[in-house]
């Protein structure tokens, strides 16, 4: 598309956080003078979409389904500014017997929501790698290490759940043995006092293993764009997507460089062949093809896990892409 076609689009407020894989389309490196990419927290991005602030926002994949079910014209472009293995996230008293996600049957694990894309993940695979059912677990819900003065309520559905009291914490739980293990994406600071430590000692090999063994890229986020500008112009979606592809590719071709190293991470260089070697096909896909396991994962285990009453197609939530001119 021409740049003169580009400044056809009116300028769209994109908030997302400040990734490498987003950068080239507010430096120059990616020609997308229609973006105007406002760095934030992902924590206040929701509420800013909601409140009209943002026309393409980073949302959670568990965010972006209940939109769609609770009626709101939103989709996503298959562009996913947030992928992780999980593994890491669970975390065991220091002297606990449990070392594999197998031991987690029957037990009791803390989380900070019942319906959060990781916490989502985690179950899909104690499923699928370890063999804990979705209702093999109870999940207790409520604040990592801050007591809050309500507990939560919580909806009813097929998990087996219940909420933490009110002035209580997961943290405080685990320390006195009515928690199993918690999970939490942020490292607690117990961790680093030594009472507590991470379920998995090696956590990369498994989810390599997880991989190698048909497991899918747990997709996290993505950009969430309302349906009406799509509308207006039905050839926005693809020129936005390939935007977005050409910056991952510009990020992902400087992780590449092995003369200077422009992340700080000074070997680079073994991280990035290490995961080239078990994500054969992109280590980090875009696109209703590359993405596509994922996608139908997630959508899958959204019902499975009641986030949402019906099974979502991936039409349904994400946008077509189409090479036409806006």
């Not at 079910?69 to 008293?93: C, M, N, W």
């Not at 933490?164 to 009515?178: H, S, W, Y």
Request: hydrophobic share 45%.
């Amino acid at each position: 598309m021409s740049a003169a076609r580009d400044s056809q689009i009116q300028s769209l407020r994109l908030g997302t956080g400040r990734y490498d894989r987003i950068q080239p389309l507010a430096n120059g490196r990616v020609e997308a003078p229609f973006i105007d990419w406002k760095p934030m927290s992902v924590a206040v991005i929701p509420s800013a979409f909601a409140r009209g602030e943002l026309d393409l926002a980073e949302i959670s994949f568990g965010e972006l389904l209940a939109l769609r079910q609770a009626g709101e014209r939103v989709k996503a472009l298959p562009v996913f500014p947030s992928i992780g293995f999980r593994h890491d996230t669970l975390y065991v008293a220091a002297g606990s017997p449990l070392a594999t996600g197998s031991d987690l049957a029957g037990k009791r694990i803390g989380a900070t929501l019942l319906h959060g894309t990781t916490t989502m993940w985690v179950r899909e695979i104690l499923r699928r790698q370890y063999g804990v059912g979705y209702n093999a677990v109870k999940w207790m819900i409520g604040p990592l290490d801050k007591p809050v003065e309500t507990a939560k309520t919580l909806p009813e559905g097929p998990l087996d759940t219940a909420p933490i009291a009110a002035g209580d914490t997961q943290v405080a739980m685990l320390l006195r043995g009515e928690l199993d293990a918690i999970l939490s994406y942020k490292v607690p600071a117990e961790v680093g006092s030594g009472q507590m430590r991470r379920l998995f000692s090696r956590p990369e090999e498994e989810w390599q293993r997880d991989l190698q063994n048909g497991g899918t890229v747990p997709l996290l986020h993505v950009i969430a764009m309302r349906e009406e500008l799509a509308e207006a112009k039905p050839a926005l979606p693809d020129r936005l997507f390939r935007a977005f592809v050409a910056a991952r590719d510009l990020a992902l071709s400087d992780l590449a460089e092995t003369a200077v190293f422009t992340t700080s991470l000074p070997f680079l260089s073994e991280v990035v062949e290490k995961a080239a070697a078990v994500m054969p096909s992109g280590i980090w896909p875009y696109g209703l093809d590359s993405a596509g396991p994922g996608i139908e994962t997630f959508l899958d285990m959204a019902h499975d896990q009641s986030l949402v009453a019906k099974r979502y197609a991936a039409d349904d939530v994400f946008f077509d892409l189409r090479e036409n001119e806006c």
